[in-house]
């Protein structure tokens, strides 16, 4: 019946002798030994059940772990392409003021030489109106980096916190 019995195993049986001496009936009472075959069988069940309970759980927990590690790896992406995005647009906001500064140079030096031909306090007006230009084209062009900062800077947070709910929408999948 499935039951291992070795050979050297002894076995509890109740016998009945009946009858006369001259013609004894044994009977043999296997209500005992029967429960004790089923709790046997009942014991090898259980361990056979709670075998492939543990196996599920196992199962599940690597499923869990490589939906995770999915999730990290699709959040990671998702943060460095944020990352590389607000480096872009950092190192644009740059050049734009690069280029306010250097048009604002153009125009003063024209301004100043245009001055130089009119006179001495023609030059002096121009290198005063020039100095308000170039503060004026810093002041535009510090603007803009600051806006291409705080922009930047706004892209990396939203992608945290976005890695952050799809990292955390597969820990809620894990839990039971």
Not at 20 to 41: N, R, T
Not at 55 to 78: F, S
């Amino acid at each position: 019946l499935g039951v291992g019995i070795s050979n050297n195993e002894t076995i509890k049986i109740k016998a009945k002798i009946t009858g006369m001496v001259s013609d004894p009936k044994v009977s043999i009472d296997y209500k005992d030994y029967a429960s004790d075959v089923g709790s046997q069988l009942k014991d090898k069940a259980n361990a056979l059940i709670d075998e492939q309970k543990q196996a599920l759980k196992e199962k599940a927990n690597a499923e869990a772990a490589k939906l995770l590690n999915e999730a990290e790896a699709e959040a990671n992406q998702l943060v460095a392409k944020a990352k590389e995005t607000a480096d872009a647009l950092r190192e644009e906001g740059k050049k734009t003021a690069q280029k306010i500064r250097d048009e604002a140079k153009v125009q003063t030096d024209k301004l100043i030489a245009e001055g130089k031909k009119n006179g001495m306090l023609a030059e002096m007006a121009a290198k005063k109106t020039a100095e308000k230009l170039l503060d004026e084209a810093n002041k535009q062009a510090a603007n803009v980096e600051k806006e291409a900062n705080i922009t930047a800077d706004k892209i990396v947070v939203e992608s945290q916190q976005k890695a952050n709910q799809i990292i955390e929408a597969a820990r809620s999948k894990m839990q039971p």
